[in-house]
């Protein structure tokens, strides 16, 4: 199973952008889905997660602005990225985990923000 990450780019201060992540089959046992982000020399940082149940949660820097959701019909994993600030700016990569401790990740993304 791959995962592929989808929608970044560079985006002017207050835009917004829709990141995607799709899996390329089917993973058994998905217990939460999520989004983090890496910038050069620093470790990556949950920015959101959506559990099976539908539970949510979001670092808070991003709260408010950011919208993870699932499409469960197309195992996808939307992020949606709004109000978006210079800080914001990193590779986002997804993640699925399950129930038995496995973990999948996709290949990252590059989100760019200009002041």
């Known amino acids: 199973v791959q995962l592929q990450a989808s929608g970044g780019g560079l985006v002017q201060a207050g835009g917004s952008l829709r990141l995607s992540c799709a899996a390329s089959g089917s993973i058994f046992g998905i217990s939460s889905t999520a989004w983090y982000r890496q910038v050069p020399g620093k470790q990556r940082d949950l920015v959101a997660e959506i559990t099976s149940g539908g539970s949510t949660r979001y670092a808070d820097s991003v709260k408010g602005r950011f919208t993870i959701s699932r499409d469960n019909a197309k195992n996808t994993v939307p992020l949606q990225m709004a109000s978006l600030k210079p800080e914001d700016t990193g590779v986002y990569y997804c993640?699925?985990?399950?129930?038995?401790?496995?973990?999948?990740w996709g290949q990252g993304t590059q989100v760019t923000v200009s002041s």
């Open positions: 993640k699925f985990a399950t129930r038995f401790g496995s973990a999948y």
